[in-house]
């Protein structure tokens, strides 16, 4: 049994059968990547997976309970993050007053700030933020506006304002899609570093296959919206139903 296990899922759009009868199982603990040409319908399994699309049939179910119909701050307080594929900072806060949003943000149905409650929880709050922004390596850049910076650090600021959460579980979106090869490989320490420290299970869509391979445990491909297979790295790689999913063709 999965930390997050996914069960029967359909989803139509229209006369467009985006995802068909998806089963997906990730493990606690591991880096699950789901990879499979434009379109096969990996961002809208991950709506489903956020609660952000309810699928037509199916369950979505994380460590037991379902994430169906639940708002967004449910399912942060349930323990699951996720790192859009276009960054969602707050472009006029500087990188530290980011980080600090998710830190003291309660969300009890309206978005609302509750202030600093006492002199001991502002410190608590403000330590938690710089030791993330130590670990994404930002401290340096803690007083830059965030609108400024490059999309590289953009996207690691979103991670660590998605991190300070301490999720369980991690969903990421092409996290280095328009990166440069410098910035990607910083991602991959990071997110290696990440998996290290902490107890975190990962669930990642890319297209780069050395991102792919250098972080995944388990791969699924997906095509057409359904899943033609799962399985190691090792065995992914060279595999026909990889070929079959991106060249349309049984090889
Ligand atoms: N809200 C929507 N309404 C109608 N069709 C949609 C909607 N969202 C997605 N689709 C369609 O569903 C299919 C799967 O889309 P999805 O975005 O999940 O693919 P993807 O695998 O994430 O592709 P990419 O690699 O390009 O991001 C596509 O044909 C897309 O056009
Ligand atoms: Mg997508």
Known sequence: MGILEVKGVNKRFGGLQALSNVNLSVQENTVHAIIGPNGAGKSTLLNCLVGKLIPDTGSVMFDGQSVLGRKPHEINQMGISRVFQTPEIFGDLTVLENVLIPCFARRDGAFRLHAFETVSAEK????????????????????????????????????????????????????????????????????????????????????????????????????????????????????????????????
């Open 124 to 251: 608590e709050m403000m330590d938690k933020a710089m030791q993330m922004l130590e670990d994404v390596n930002m401290v340096s850049k803690r007083h830059m506006h965030s609108a400024s910076m490059s999309r590289g650090d953009k996207r690691r600021l979103e991670m660590a304002m998605c991190l300070v959460q301490e999720p369980r579980l991690l969903l990421l979106d092409e996290p280095t899609a328009g990166m440069a090869r410098a910035d990607t490989n910083n991602t991959i320490d990071l997110l290696k570093e990440i998996k290290e420290k902490r107890d975190i299970t990962m669930a990642i869509i890319e297209h780069d296959m050395h991102v792919v391979f250098s972080l995944a445990d388990r791969i699924t491909v997906l095509a057409q919206g359904t899943p033609l297979v799962e399985d190691t790295p090792e065995n992914i790689k060279g595999h026909p139903k990889v070929r079959e999913a991106y060249l349309g063709e049984a090889a």
